[in-house]
């Protein structure tokens, strides 16, 4: 139907959230631009104290990482391009991708139409495969982005436990090793390159619990106590030949509460302790518990959450993935995310269900993807996740921990589990709250000063409302606003003159200021 000239048409008011994500994007571009073509970037490195990152310049890194498995398998240099952009215009630092792709990469070419190995000799890699995987570092660090490269993904080592084939094995160490020193060498120069080890796959059998696993590993032909952990060790010992030095190195787990500090708790390869809470437990798994458990271990390692439930992705548990009973949206990905920092986290990964596969017409659907990489790139929680980051960034970094205590009273269900860090100094307390018209109690002493300024902190808009300022010697009860639903209670010590939530970065580095609106 036309519209009629001689009447207007009718204003449409814009949503605060709208704007402010919008806001926060253009924002966030303007900084993205002057990164183009500036000095390489700082390598990332453990904080000393253990349970956090820093760069090699002392500046607290905050990892708020994306997952994009088959970016480089899957997307052509300009497809990838525009990737890249948008997620760095939207605040993530780390983009989690794979040299040797699931399924893919061995005997199915990529976009450009290059498979890895010339006529499938491990020895003899194709020079223009791995040409695309420097290209695509060399783009992230243009934009300020640092890349974790998962060498190959497991079934090159467990297949037919996947497509595979399976191409490392525990009788050719040194054919593993010889790759990870060919794939070093080719990044050698790259600051910007924190290597995942591992792919979806557990490190040995040993130890596994999960029944269907078991069953996986025996139908392809492996003993109970297969262990693959020697294989992983080559590649990091060729790795460290082709760079020149030790590389930085996590471990990508299958999913569950079994993270790599079960597995390989003494490994002296990992750096960085990870987890998969997954997509296959239904809504609100526990990991605030499994990141507590790691934050509690010696020796003491950073750990996070590398893949959380995806966006858009079917939320009944594994491996049925039936969309007829529903899928994980914002809310569920900002409940993950959140708790699991909040818990001890050094970061966390976002993942979006259609943007890791890179899904379209022409590279085809998995897992009942319910639309294209492109659109995917702008849902909701992918806006949201820098939020966390400017939280996480406005407050000191390095000394921040879980703190169970400061929540008075039996915790409720796991819907509506609320989980509370602070610092060190108890200048500052977070508690992540699931809920609207969620009523918790916040134990007197919590922030060590004679009042403390509250603050109610959106993850949706990054927008901050003062509460006002209270006796700090005294328990006070918080209720959550009505809208929401999930919020973060910011308590500061009123004499600590902090600015807003997420307003600036406490200790350099970080996004710059962005003058976070203030409702008070």
């Given at each position: 139907?036309?519209?009629?000239?001689?009447?207007?048409?009718?204003?449409?008011?814009?949503?605060?959230?709208?704007?402010?994500?919008?806001?926060?994007?253009?924002?966030?571009?303007?900084?993205?631009?002057?990164?183009?073509?500036?000095?390489?970037?700082?390598?990332?490195?453990?904080?000393?104290?253990?349970?956090?990152?820093?760069?090699?310049?002392?500046?607290?890194?905050?990892?708020?990482?994306?997952?994009?498995?088959?970016?480089?398998?899957?997307?052509?240099?300009?497809?990838?391009?525009?990737?890249?952009?948008?997620?760095?215009?939207?605040?993530?630092?780390?983009?989690?991708?794979?040299?040797?792709?699931?399924?893919?990469?061995?005997?199915?070419?990529?976009?450009?139409?290059?498979?890895?190995?010339?006529?499938?000799?491990?020895?003899?890699?194709?020079?223009?495969?791995?040409?695309?995987?420097?290209?695509?570092?060399?783009?992230?660090?243009?934009?300020?982005?640092?890349?974790?490269?998962?060498?190959?993904?497991?079934?090159?080592?467990?297949?037919?436990?996947?497509?595979?084939?399976?191409?490392?094995?525990?009788?050719?160490?040194?054919?593993?090793?010889a790759?990870?020193?060919?794939?070093?060498?080719?990044?050698?120069?790259?600051?910007?390159?924190?290597?995942?080890?591992?792919?979806?796959?557990?490190?040995?059998?040993?130890?596994?619990?999960?029944?269907?696993?078991?069953?996986?590993?025996?139908?392809?032909?492996?003993p109970?106590?297969?262990?693959?952990?020697?294989?992983?060790?080559?590649?990091?010992?060729?790795?460290?030949?082709?760079?020149?030095?030790?590389?930085?190195?996590?471990?990508?787990?299958?999913?569950?509460?079994?993270?790599?500090?079960?597995?390989l708790?003494?490994?002296?390869?990992?750096?960085?302790?990870?987890?998969?809470?997954?997509?296959?437990?239904?809504?609100?798994?526990?990991?605030?518990?499994?990141?507590?458990?790691?934050?509690?271990?010696?020796?003491?390692?950073?750990?996070?959450?590398?893949?959380?439930?995806?966006?858009d992705?079917?939320?009944?548990?594994?491996?049925?993935?039936?969309?007829?009973?529903?899928?994980?949206?914002?809310?569920?990905?900002?409940?993950?995310?959140?708790?699991?920092?909040?818990?001890?986290?050094a970061?966390?990964?976002?993942?979006h269900?259609?943007?890791?596969?890179?899904?379209?017409?022409?590279?085809?659907?998995?897992?009942?993807?319910?639309?294209d990489?492109?659109?995917?790139?702008?849902?909701?929680?992918?806006?949201?996740?820098?939020?966390?980051?400017?939280?996480?960034?406005?407050?000191?970094?390095?000394?921040?921990?879980?703190?169970?205590?400061?929540?008075?009273?039996?915790?409720?269900?796991?819907?509506?589990?609320?989980?509370a860090?602070?610092?060190?100094?108890?200048?500052?307390?977070?508690?992540?709250?699931?809920?609207?018209?969620?009523?918790?109690r916040?134990?007197?002493?919590?922030i060590?000063?004679?009042?403390?300024?509250?603050?109610?902190?959106?993850?949706?808009?990054?927008?901050?409302?003062?509460?006002?300022?209270?006796?700090?010697?005294?328990e006070?009860?918080?209720?959550?606003?009505?809208?929401?639903?999930?919020?973060?209670l910011?308590?500061?010590?009123?004499?600590?003159?902090?600015?807003p939530?997420?307003?600036?970065?406490?200790?350099?580095?970080?996004?710059?200021?962005?003058?976070?609106?203030?409702?008070?």
């Amino acid at each position: 139907m036309h519209a009629n000239p001689a009447t207007p048409p009718a204003r449409r008011s814009i949503h605060p959230a709208v704007v402010a994500a919008w806001t926060a994007l253009l924002l966030t571009l303007a900084t993205v631009a002057p990164a183009i073509g500036a000095q390489p970037l700082p390598r990332i490195e453990v904080h000393p104290g253990g349970h956090h990152l820093q760069t090699a310049d002392g500046r607290p890194f905050f990892w708020l990482g994306d997952t994009a498995w088959k970016l480089l398998q899957s997307a052509t240099p300009r497809e990838r391009a525009y990737y890249l952009r948008i997620r760095a215009a939207q605040g993530f630092n780390v983009i989690q991708t794979v040299a040797l792709a699931e399924n893919e990469s061995i005997l199915t070419p990529n976009a450009l139409g290059r498979v890895a190995f010339v006529d499938g000799d491990l020895r003899r890699p194709d020079e223009a495969f791995f040409d695309n995987v420097v290209a695509a570092v060399d783009d992230a660090a243009r934009l300020g982005l640092y890349v974790a490269l998962v060498p190959t993904w497991g079934d090159k080592l467990t297949a037919p436990w996947g497509t595979g084939p399976r191409i490392f094995r525990n009788d050719n160490l040194a054919d593993a090793e010889a790759f990870g020193a060919y794939l070093g060498g080719r990044l050698r120069d790259r600051t910007n390159v924190i290597w995942m080890i591992g792919g979806d796959r557990p490190s040995r059998l040993a130890g596994v619990r999960s029944t269907f696993l078991r069953d996986l590993a025996q139908s392809a032909g492996f003993p109970p106590d297969q262990d693959w952990t020697p294989i992983w060790a080559a590649m990091v010992r060729g790795l460290a030949q082709g760079l020149g030095r030790d590389p930085v190195c996590l471990y990508h787990p299958q999913g569950g509460e079994y993270s790599s500090s079960r597995q390989l708790p003494t490994e002296p390869w990992v750096d960085i302790h990870a987890m998969q809470s997954g997509h296959g437990g239904g809504r609100d798994v526990p990991v605030w518990e499994w990141i507590a458990r790691d934050h509690a271990m010696e020796p003491r390692k950073p750990t996070l959450d590398i893949e959380p439930n995806y966006e858009d992705h079917p939320y009944n548990p594994w491996p049925a993935w039936d969309p007829a009973t529903g899928w994980f949206r914002d809310h569920d990905v900002r409940k993950q995310c959140y708790r699991s920092v909040f818990a001890g986290g050094a970061g966390v990964t976002y993942g979006h269900h259609a943007v890791w596969q890179m899904a379209s017409k022409r590279n085809g659907v998995i897992n009942h993807a319910d639309r294209d990489w492109v659109d995917a790139l702008h849902r909701p929680a992918a806006r949201q996740m820098v939020h966390l980051r400017r939280l996480i960034e406005s407050r000191p970094a390095f000394d921040r921990r879980p703190d169970p205590a400061l929540l008075v009273g039996t915790p409720g269900p796991r819907s509506h589990h609320a989980v509370a860090c602070r610092d060190d100094a108890r200048t500052y307390a977070f508690v992540y709250v699931p809920e609207r018209d969620q009523t918790i109690r916040v134990a007197a002493g919590a922030i060590r000063d004679e009042q403390l300024r509250a603050w109610w902190y959106d993850p949706r808009t990054g927008f901050a409302e003062e509460i006002g300022v209270l006796p700090a010697d005294r328990e006070h009860a918080f209720t959550t606003p009505s809208h929401g639903p999930d919020w973060v209670l910011v308590l500061d010590a009123a004499s600590a003159s902090y600015a807003p939530p997420g307003a600036e970065p406490a200790l350099g580095g970080g996004l710059p200021s962005r003058g976070v609106p203030i409702r008070q």
